[in-house]
């Protein structure tokens, strides 16, 4: 089984005093990281400069605030291998990488923490994800809808399915995770529906 992968995540200063523990919860996987990648907004730095300065994590700072957008898509180019997304308010089972790791040793597809179906296409949904450069070719043509795309999850399933990738969903209980900020389950279908929507058609899908 395939054993090296980089975690990514982002973060924000509402949220930056869960990173100690989130960042030391991440190393205690069973499969441990070969690095932590946390991107930050540059106009955010100073502010959570006191958290981040004794972090075990290397810092992306970028310049534009791109919010969800920054957990991953930045750091792509200079990752080679696999990388496991997490949210930056969640304490993971020690177990979570290596059950992610596995489904991906059994498809060689991307792996999703959860999932729903929206128009047949099975859509990446939260929690975590598994991933890798291949699967976002030509995600920086569209970096200009992100101010008005406001479905991430959606974006990513659509474009990973262009480039010919298609999520598989792991058997890990994320219900088991400490979660720092409760929601409800997801429900956002008209955010959904217009990201399907205005994104399909810069695809050319319609």
Known sequence: ??????????????????????????????????????TIAGNQYKEMMPVLKDLQADILVVLKDTKVWKKFLHALQGIEGLILAVDDDKLYTPTMAEEMLSVYDKYEQPVSGNHYWHNGLKCH??????????????????????????????????????????????ETDFSKCVDFNPVQPYSKRGQVQETYLSFGKALNWF
């Not at 980089?6 to 499969?31: D, F, G, H, K």
């Not at 975590?128 to 200009?144: C, I, P, T």
Request: with cysteine.
């Open 125 to 170: 949904c939260g929690c975590a994800s598994l991933v890798w450069r291949d699967m976002f070719k030509g995600w920086q043509r569209y970096e200009q809808m992100f101010d008005t795309m406001r479905s991430s999850d959606m974006f990513y399933t659509m474009l990973a399915a262009e480039n010919h990738f298609a999520y598989r969903q792991t």
């Open 1 to 38: 089984m395939k054993t090296d992968y980089t975690i990514c995540l982002t973060s924000y200063p509402a949220r930056m005093n869960n990173l100690p523990q989130v960042i030391e919860n991440l190393w205690r996987q069973t499969i441990k990281p070969q690095n932590i990648i946390l």
